[in-house]
């Protein structure tokens, strides 16, 4: 049983009734850092509200290529497996816990039955929805009309606001593969910025000193 309190600190617009409601019919699933969450073709039973921690959402290609599409954090859901859950389809995207993370399961035929009883939670679905279709259009648009390298001051400044530090504990290897890149081309680019004093390339981390061009 989830402790209505916690439910209330990070959903603070559900109603009492929806949030008795959630701690009594929902779980908890806690996730390690790496651990998958979710993958491709898997059936979706259950949809997933973040508690704690940091998930990545991205699709991956027949060779196993990566390509990120956004991040979930605490009070926020996983609006492409509500989709998959209303139809009853199989997820076509992949998570990833960045951190050690846990989630609110929610069964499917509470989401739908909500949806009708608590105008909170149609709100919360809608805006999930919407929130989701902005990041996913904004990454798109860096993918269409973007050189390289302004993708990656983006993917950077997206990085270093998602996790709320300066510094990254990144490699080329994974940020080419988020950007659907070589690493050889990543590692050039990274150069470039280092050379004109907006980041800094240390030994373990990327430390950001200014992206704002």
């Known amino acids: ?6 439910i209330k600190t990070l959903f603070p617009s559900f109603e009492p009734e929806l949030v008795l409601s959630m701690s009594e019919k929902a779980d ?6 790496g651990q998958l969450l979710m ?19 991205f699709r991956e290609d027949a060779e196993g290529n990566e390509f ?8 926020q859901a996983c609006a492409l497996s509500m989709i998959c859950a209303t139809r009853q389809e199989t997820s076509q995207i992949m998570a990833r816990a960045v951190t050690d993370t ?5 069964p499917l035929e509470y989401m739908d039955k909500w949806m009708t009883q ?3 939670w149609y709100h919360f679905v809608l805006e999930s929805y919407r929130s989701r279709f ?53 590692s050039r680019l990274m150069k470039k910025l280092a050379d004109r004093k907006l980041i800094r390339l240390d030994r373990n981390y990327v430390h950001i000193l200014n992206l704002d061009l």
Do not use: C
């Not at 049983?1 to 916690?6: A, D, N, P, R, S």
């Open 68 to 75: 990120f599409m956004y991040y979930l954090q605490p009070g």
């Open 102 to 106: 846990a989630t609110i399961a929610i």
């Open 39 to 57: 993958k491709t073709g898997q059936n979706i039973r259950s949809t997933m509200l973040i508690i704690n921690g940091l998930v990545k959402i």
């Open 118 to 120: 608590y105008k909170s």
């Open 28 to 33: 908890i699933r806690e996730f390690r850092e």
């Open 1 to 6: 049983m989830i402790e209505e309190e916690k």
């Open 134 to 186: 902005e990041e996913l259009l904004t990454t798109v648009d860096h993918i269409a009309f973007r050189n390289m390298d302004e993708r990656l001051v983006f993917y950077l400044k997206k990085q270093k606001e998602t996790l709320k530090t300066d510094r990254l504990y990144i490699s080329n290897t994974e940020i080419a593969s988020d950007l659907n890149s070589s690493r050889e081309v990543i």
